[in-house]
Nanobody, 115 residues
Framework: QVQLVESGGGLVQAGGSLRLSCVAS????????MGWYRQAPGKQREWVAT???????NCVDSVKGRFTMSRDNAKNTVYLQMNRLKPEDTAVYYC?????????WGQGTQVTVSS
């Protein structure tokens, strides 16, 4: 059974950094694109970043220049390096395989940025 487990969240002051990890188990993920998503209180889940199986990345405009997504296929793990965090980055962060709808969402990891 496929399982996605996110970690690395926490409470940080504005301007700080966090590195999120997502371990995928129960399948072969090195050939799949992966994405990070987030859901703030009272809002819908939104896309944050994508990495292709070849390592090409893209992200939403609001995090460009601050967030970087990477992957380690040997570890079935994707990462999200988040720098210069802002209070509006506060959310639960999730990873998933792209395209969505195939694998169940994990529990996510909470990121809280204080001003």
């Amino acid at each position: 059974q496929v399982q996605l487990v996110e970690s690395g969240g926490g409470l940080v002051q504005a301007g700080g950094s966090l590195r999120l990890s997502c371990v995928a188990s129960g399948g072969v993920f090195s050939t799949k694109a992966m994405g990070w998503y987030r859901q703030a209180p009272g809002k819908q889940r939104e896309w944050v970043a994508t990495i292709t199986r070849g390592g090409l990345t893209n992200c939403v405009d609001s995090v460009k220049g601050r967030f970087t997504m990477s992957r380690d296929n040997a570890k079935n793990t994707v990462y999200l390096q988040m720098n210069r965090l802002k209070p509006e980055d506060t959310a639960v962060y999730y990873c998933n395989v792209i395209p969505l709808g195939v694998y169940t969402w994990g529990q996510g990891t909470q990121v809280t940025v204080s001003s």
